[in-house]
C-alpha cells in the first residue's frame, strides 16, 4: 500500500463509530489493488515464461520442451525464469539440470525398487497375495486367447451359412462368459486386496520412520526446503504409489504375456502385418515419449503447488480466531488467491503438454481402427482367408499394438507416478539419513543421493558463500589470531560437505551422568538449526544436581528456548558434550502446552497412556484430586466426564492449558515417570495466585527444574540463576536471599 493510501485508511478507520469499523469504499479500494499487484506478479511471471518457452522452441524445436537449452549464468539476465517444485526460480541451468534428473529413466527404476522391495522381502504373506493375483492374471489372458479362437469360429460360421457350427461357437461363447466373469472379477478383487494390504504395511512404515529419532521434528527445522507437506506424503502420495504400481506391473504383465500369443496368431495369418504393427508401435512409443516427457516435471509441480493451496486453506481452519481478531482475513484471501494462481499457472502449462500429446495420440488410436484391415483385405478378397480369421487378425493386431503400445497409453499415469515417486523418494531418503542403519527399512545409502535436485545446487552456492566470508575475515583481521581464526573456518567450511543440519558438528547427548547429578554441560556451543547457522551460545558449562533449581533468563531471541531445546535433544548443531543421567526423565512444558487429540484422561496421561498407569491411579476421585491442586476444579464436570472427547486446545484457555500441563507433569512425577522437567515460560499466561500454586507444588516435590521466564517473582522457586548476555556470552549466579525477598515483595504487590 502506498503512504497516501495509509493515510486515508487511518483516517477512515478512525472516523468509524466502531473500535474495527472500516470504510466499505476504502475496502474495497484496498482489495482491488492489493488484488491487482498479486495478478500483476502473476502475470508478469507467466509471460516471462511464455517467452521462454518460445526462445526454447525457436532454438530446440517444437516438441524439444525442456530438455535443451537452458540460461546461461555469465549472461546479462540472470538466468531464465522457470518454475520448480518449490516455485519460480531464476537460475535456468539449475532447473533444467533437476527437470533432466526428474526425467530419468534409471534414477527413476532405481527409487522404484528401493521403496517397493522391502514390503515383498519382509511379508512372506505379500509374495503369496502377489503370486496369486499373477496367477489370476494368467487365466485373464487365457481366457482372452480363448474367446479370440471362439470369435473366429463364430465369424466363420456366420459367412459360410453353417447353422451347427454357428450353434457350437455360440454355446462356447456363453461357457467361456461364465468362466470368465468370475476370473476377471475376483482378480479385480484381489489386485484391490493387494492394494490396500501393501499401502497399510508402506504408510506404517513410513510413519515409523517418520516419529522415529523426533524426525517429524527435524522436518520442520532442517528439511522443509527439501521435502514439502509430509502429510500428503504419507498418505496421497504412499497411497498412489502402491494402487499405481500393482497396476502398471500387472497390465505391463499382461502386456507381455498378450504380446507373445496374439503375436504367434498375427504371424500365423499375415506375418507382412506383424512387420507393419512393430514399425508403427515403435514410432508412435518414440514420438509420444518426446512430446509427453515435460509433464513429469509438471506434474510433480502441480503436486506441490496443490498441497501449498490446501495447507494455507488448512492453516486458516486451525488459526480462525487470531485472523479474526487482526482482522486479517483481506491477507489471507490474498494468499490463498496467490497460491490458486500459482497452481493454475501450472496447471496451464500441463494443459498444453496434455494437448499436445493427446493430439497424437487420438490421431495414432483412429488410424488403428482401420490400417490392419486395409492391409488384409487383399488377401480377404483374393480368397486365401475367410471373414473370422480376418476378425481375427483385426483383434490381434488390435491386442498387439495395444501391448506394444503400453507407454504410449499410460504415459500420463507414468508422469504423475514418476512425480509421486520422485516425492516419497526425497520423503523417505530424508528420514533414514538420519536414523541408524540398522533401523532402516528401505536401505537408502545416505551416499547416494536422489532427493530434491536443487538441494546440492543450494549446497554449491552456500559453500560459495562461506568462502567468500572466510575471505573476507582474512583480508580484515591479517594474521592476527591466525590459528583461532583458520580452526573456525575449516570447522565451518569442512562441515559444508555433509548437507543441511551437520555444518557445524554435533552436540553428544550421553547418558552416563551419576544419579544425583541429571545433568552436567562441558563447553556446549549452540547453532541454530537453518541455513543461517547462527551462534546462539558459547562454550556454557553448568552442573545440576538433584532436586536443585535453575532459572533461565535473558532478553528475547539470545537462546533461552533453544537451550532447552538442545537440552531435550532437539536441536544438537554446534560443540560440546551433554552428560544426563540414565535415570532421568525429563518432561517438557512449553509456553503453549500440546492438546493430544483425545479425551480429558488422554490429556492428563499424555504422553503415556492408561495402559501405562494402575486402574486405580487413573480413577476419576484420583484425577480429580490432581485437577484441585492446580485450581482446575470442576473442569471434568464442565465436559460431562473425563472421557468426553473435544478439541481442548479450542475450549480451554491459554490459562487453563498452562495449568493442565502442570498437573500432566504431577500426574506423571507421583507415578515415576518424570523426575526432571523443562519448564519454557510456562506460566506466562498464568495470573500471580495460579503461578504461585502450582510452582509450589514444584517445590514440595522432589522435581529437579529449569525454567525460563521474565518475571521477577519466580526467582523465589529457585536456586541459581543462568543469565544469557550480550551476542553468546552468559553468566552463572546463585539467588541470593536480597533477591528471593524482592521477588516475594514482587509476587505480594501482584496479588
Not at 519460480?88 to 527404476?109: F, H, M, V, Y
Not at 504409489?241 to 500393482?246: E, I, L, Q
Not at 482475513?329 to 488467491?337: I, P, T
Request: hydrophobic share 40%.
Amino acid at each position: 500500500m502506498s503512504s497516501e493510501n495509509g493515510k486515508k485508511h487511518a483516517v477512515d478507520s478512525g472516523g468509524s463509530s466502531s473500535l474495527f469499523a472500516l470504510d466499505d469504499h476504502d475496502d474495497q479500494h484496498h482489495e482491488q489493488q492489493q488484488r491487482s499487484n498479486v495478478l500483476h506478479e502473476v502475470g508478469h511471471a507467466t509471460r516471462k515464461l511464455a517467452s521462454e518457452m518460445v526462445a526454447r522452441v525457436g532454438t530446440a524445436g517444437a516438441f524439444s520442451g525442456s530438455g535443451g537449452g537452458g540460461g546461461d549464468d555469465s549472461g546479462g539476465g540472470g538466468g531464465a525464469l522457470q518454475i520448480t517444485a518449490s516455485g519460480i526460480n531464476t537460475d535456468g541451468n539449475a532447473t533444467t539440470s533437476a527437470e533432466k534428473q526428474r526425467r530419468s529413466i534409471p534414477r527413476l527404476w532405481f527409487l522404484f525398487r528401493t521403496l517397493a522391495m522391502p514390503y515383498f522381502r519382509h511379508d512372506r504373506a505379500a509374495r503369496w497375495r502377489l503370486a496369486f493375483v499373477v496367477v489370476l492374471a494368467l487365466l485373464q489372458s487365457a481366457v482372452s486367447i480363448c474367446f479370440s479362437y471362439t470369435s473366429r469360429n463364430f465369424w466363420n460360421a456366420l459367412s459360410e451359412k453353417q447353422m451347427h457350427d454357428f450353434r457350437v461357437a455360440s454355446f462356447r461363447y456363453f461357457m467361456l462368459i461364465v468362466i470368465a466373469v468370475p476370473v476377471i472379477t475376483f482378480y479385480v478383487y484381489k489386485r484391490n486386496v493387494l492394494c490396500m494390504e501393501w499401502r497399510r504395511w508402506l504408510t506404517l512404515r513410513l510413519s515409523d520412520e517418520f516419529f522415529a529419532e523426533r524426525s517429524f521434528y527435524r522436518l520442520e527445522n532442517e528439511g522443509r526446503a527439501v521435502v514439502d507437506n509430509p502429510d500428503q506424503r504419507i498418505t496421497e502420495d504412499a497411497k498412489s504409489f502402491t494402487s499405481t504400481s500393482v497396476s502398471l506391473a500387472l497390465n505391463l504383465l499382461r502386456c507381455v504375456i498378450d504380446l507373445g500369443s496374439f503375436s504367434f496368431i498375427l504371424i500365423s495369418i499375415y506375418p507382412r502385418l506383424f512387420g507393419t504393427l512393430i514399425i508403427y508401435a515403435s514410432a508412435g512409443t518414440i514420438v509420444s515419449y518426446f512430446v509427453g516427457r515435460r509433464l513429469i516435471q509438471l506434474n510433480f509441480t502441480q503436486l506441490q503447488r496443490e498441497a501449498d493451496l490446501r495447507f494455507a486453506l488448512v492453516r486458516v481452519r486451525e488459526c480462525a480466531e487470531s485472523i479474526a481478531f487482526y482482522r486479517g482475513e483481506r491477507r489471507e484471501k490474498l494468499v490463498v488467491e496467490s497460491r490458486l494462481f500459482h497452481a493454475l499457472e501450472n496447471y496451464a502449462q500441463l494443459l498444453i503438454w496434455t494437448f499436445k500429446l493427446d493430439v497424437f495420440t487420438t490421431y495414432y488410436e483412429y488410424l488403428i481402427q482401420i490400417l490392419p484391415i486395409f492391409l488384409v483385405a487383399p488377401v480377404y478378397f483374393s480368397g486365401v482367408i475367410k471373414l473370422g480369421a480376418l476378425n481375427q487378425a483385426w483383434s490381434a493386431f488390435n491386442h498387439v499394438l495395444d501391448d506394444l503400445s503400453w507407454i504410449l497409453r499410460e504415459f500420463d499415469t507414468l508422469s504423475e507416478f514418476s512425480a509421486g515417486v520422485d516425492r516419497l523418494g526425497e520423503f523417505v531418503e530424508f528420514l533414514e539419513a538420519r536414523i541408524k542403519p540398522s533401523d532402516r527399512i528401505f536401505l537408502i545409502d545416505p551416499n547416494h543421493s536422489f532427493s530434491h535436485p536443487h538441494h546440492h545446487h543450494h549446497q554449491h552456492h552456500r559453500r560459495r558463500e562461506l568462502q567468500n566470508m572466510e575471505q573476507f575475515d582474512h583480508d580484515r583481521t591479517g594474521d592476527e589470531d591466525e590459528d583461532g581464526d583458520e580452526e573456525q573456518d575449516r570447522r565451518g567450511l569442512s562441515a559444508l560437505n555433509s548437507g543441511v543440519g551437520e555444518e557445524f558438528g554435533k552436540i553428544a547427548l550421553i547418558e552416563d551422568a551419576p544419579e544425583d547429578t541429571p545433568l552436567v554441560l562441558e563447553q556446549m556451543t549452540l547453532f541454530t538449526p537453518d541455513d543461517a547457522a547462527r551462534m546462539l551460545i558459547r562454550d556454557l558449562s553448568f552442573t545440576l544436581r538433584r532436586q536443585e533449581r535453575l532459572m533461565l533468563v535473558g532478553e528475547s531471541g539470545r537462546g533461552k528456548s533453544s537451550l532447552l531445546r538442545a537440552l531435550a535433544g532437539l536441536w544438537d548443531r554446534g560443540d560440546g558434550v551433554i552428560h544426563v543421567s540414565p535415570s532421568s526423565k525429563a518432561m517438557f512444558l512449553p509456553q503453549k502446552p500440546f492438546c493430544t487429540i483425545g479425551s480429558l484422561t488422554d490429556q492428563l496421561l499424555y504422553p503415556h497412556t492408561a495402559s501405562d498407569f494402575d486402574a486405580a491411579d487413573v480413577s476419576a476421585s484420583r484425577l480429580d484430586a490432581v485437577l484441585t491442586q492446580v485450581g482446575l476444579q470442576g473442569l471434568a464436570q464442565r465436559f460431562d466426564g473425563y472421557e468426553t472427547v473435544r478439541d481442548w486446545a479450542d475450549v480451554l484457555s491459554n490459562g487453563e492449558q498452562q495449568r493442565l500441563a502442570f498437573a500432566r507433569l504431577m500426574l506423571s512425577y507421583q507415578h515415576g515417570h518424570t523426575t526432571f522437567a523443562l519448564l519454557d515460560e510456562a506460566s506466562s499466561a498464568l495470573d500471580a495466585r495460579s503461578e504461585k500454586r502450582v510452582y509450589e507444588l514444584l517445590l514440595a516435590s522432589s522435581l529437579t527444574y529449569i525454567s525460563v521466564g521474565h518475571r521477577l517473582t519466580l526467582a523465589q522457586y529457585h536456586d541459581r540463576l543462568l543469565r544469557l548476555t550480550g551476542e553468546t556470552d552468559w553468566q552463572l549466579e546463585p539467588i541470593t536471599e536480597e533477591k528471593r525477598e524482592q521477588a516475594v515483595a514482587s509476587a505480594m504487590f501482584q496479588l
